[in-house]
């Protein structure tokens, strides 16, 4: 299969991977020949990339970042904790939310078990869901970034579970803010914006009274916006003030936002996002924390369309587990014309670089 911008689909192409709301039902499935109708259909829901059937790589294997099953379960799980925070407030019925602080900690423990497992690094481009509400589907994605920097710095069993809890957690105080601010699908004004902003405190307000939730996730949704240089919020705290955990869920909320799409911005690729991080280490993010990124999430995802620096061309075969921007190529052409397909590791040859991925 070959990923692609779903702005290049062309009439008659074959849909190479199935595509699910993130209630488990199926939007479409794989091997539907795509209509015009349909294309419009996936660009008018946000759809930014696809798979596409392609006979030169057909047998490239995509492995999601989560079963689909788990995905299912973590989704379910946020929405019934979720709803009833909002539903309840401060005042949510605490044997529910106890219930499913507990099936949170089952979810974090599947996913890191699932993060053990695989034998490639795990990509999230290629998880291709539609969500109703993207707050749910940016939480998961952000935990399992930030579990996957976690186990990357060796942090231990206890720790993971907290800093999972945390992350999907971060963003909880949002739950408090006007739904059209919140959902609102173009950029906000100044004074949405400053609104905005205090997801933060209320989030921490709300975990920090609860007596399920530990002090350390609490601050997760206290300072995931903070920044080391200070120029972060809600309160400007640098360097180590700002608890690892908050540094490793902000790296991973920046990461999870620019490759989202918006309707005001397109999403970026993942090595485009771990450029922007990169970027921002020297002032915003530890390196430890990027490094460890860079070394657990696919930059290049599999079936993707890359350019090498000694001018040949080919798709990602697979990845090479640790050393996430140096996967594994299929050669298609040299300087332009097709050859007899190979293949060439790049974790073995280090004078070859990528310069270049192409989505058509």
């Given at each position: ?39 419009e259909r996936l660009e008018e829901q946000g759809i930014t990339y696809v798979y596409i059937e392609d006979e030169e790589t057909k047998d490239i294997d995509i492995e999601p970042a989560i079963s689909e099953r788990l995905r299912q379960d973590a989704t379910s799980s946020m929405k019934k904790l979720f709803g009833n925070i909002q539903q309840s407030k401060l005042k949510a019925n605490t044997s529910v939310i106890a219930d499913e602080t507990r099936n949170l ?256």
């Amino acid at each position: 299969m070959r990923l692609v911008a779903t702005a290049t689909i062309q009439p008659g192409d074959i849909l190479g991977q199935t595509i699910h709301r993130d209630n488990g039902t199926i939007l479409l499935h794989n091997g539907v020949p795509l209509t015009k109708r349909l294309i419009e259909r996936l660009e008018e829901q946000g759809i930014t990339y696809v798979y596409i059937e392609d006979e030169e790589t057909k047998d490239i294997d995509i492995e999601p970042a989560i079963s689909e099953r788990l995905r299912q379960d973590a989704t379910s799980s946020m929405k019934k904790l979720f709803g009833n925070i909002q539903q309840s407030k401060l005042k949510a019925n605490t044997s529910v939310i106890a219930d499913e602080t507990r099936n949170l900690s089952d979810i974090i423990s599947r996913i890191m078990g699932e993060i053990d497992s695989h034998e490639e690094s795990i990509s999230l481009l290629t998880d291709i869901y539609l969500t109703d509400d993207y707050i749910f589907q940016h939480s998961l994605n952000v935990a399992i970034y930030s579990l996957a920097i976690g186990a990357q710095l060796k942090l231990n069993a206890k720790e993971l579970s907290e800093l999972g809890k945390g992350a999907i957690l971060h963003d909880i105080g949002k739950l408090f803010i006007d739904p059209d601010i919140v959902q609102k699908p173009d950029q906000l004004t100044d004074e949405e914006y400053e609104m905005m902003k205090t997801h933060t405190t209320l989030g921490y307000d709300y975990l920090r009274k609860n007596r399920h939730y530990s002090s350390v996730i609490a601050h997760c949704a206290f300072q995931h916006h903070e920044r080391i240089n200070g120029t972060g919020y809600p309160r400007g705290l640098k360097g180590s003030e700002i608890h690892l955990f908050a540094q490793i869920i902000g790296a991973a909320d920046v990461f999870d936002a620019v490759t989202s799409n918006r309707v005001y911005r397109k999403a970026m690729l993942p090595h485009e996002g771990l450029e922007l991080l990169y970027s921002s280490a020297v002032n915003q993010f530890d390196i430890r924390i990027i490094e460890a990124f860079k070394n657990s999430v696919a930059v290049y995802p599999n079936g993707i369309s890359v350019e090498l620096n000694d001018n040949r061309q080919g798709v990602v075969l697979k990845q090479n587990k640790h050393i996430c921007d140096r996967p594994v190529v299929r050669i298609l052409k040299e300087r332009g014309q097709k050859v007899e397909p190979y293949t060439i590791d790049l974790s073995k040859q280090l004078n070859v670089i990528i310069t270049k991925c192409n989505l058509v």
